[in-house]
């Protein structure tokens, strides 16, 4: 479970959401090309900007916080969600001891594992014992694959090896044959992003936008049975959301222009 919170023309409103409705707005938001950024405690915001009639851009956004922060992801939780997501099968059973255990192929999580993952919402099982990761948890293992950071900028300083002043010579502050480095890089835990911005607030937007572009691909390729497992049966078909997905944004999120 979530809380959402919708900013729209008239304020904002603020209600629980459940796993289904907020997998189904990353995946609507995503289609019509809005940022989405995952946030550290497994949640997640999108944004988008419209243009008003009377000329002005407005800005919108929705927020999804889980009522169970993921909390920190040591590499020992990392590893064991990474096994129950990509080995098969994964059972929620009993060991030779009587206790609970997550059965990840021929992986064996422990019981006091088990009963951590569980305890803070990271896993789901369904009535038949089959074990999946919540929604929760690959927002929290997304945000923690994708790090970013920039460098604070030089900003004055003498160049190395060179005599001439002429240079800032008339600067305030003692600053005469110095110059300005205002440039910063970006870069981000995965090894897969660097880039350098003229300041540090572009290095920051660059790196911005690679959380977007990462998220965006997240959506794009949730795995099927995940997302038919998380779909409640009174949610729309893959069709229905085509043909309401105009409406949906329009009534609801920008309800009020």
Partial sequence: MFRETITHAG????????EAHALTTLRRGARRGYAIEAT???GALITWTRRELRGGIAHRSITFAPQMPVGTLTEAVIRDLTDIDGLRPVRYMENDHGRRIILAGLTEISPMATAALRARQ???????GKVRLTLTARLGLLAAAHRT???EPEGWSRPSGSRLVTAGLNRPGRRAGMVRQSASAASCSCGQFSAFGGDRTEARNLARR?????AAAFVAGLPVGFTDAVTAPDEPSAREVGLEDRRYWADVYDRGE
């Fill in 11 to 18: 304020g904002t409103t603020e209600g629980p959401a459940s």
């Fill in 40 to 42: 550290r405690d497994g």
């Fill in 122 to 128: 990271l896993v789901t099982a369904d009535e038949h």
């Fill in 149 to 151: 950071t920039t460098t």
């Fill in 210 to 214: 690679h959380r977007h572009d990462m």
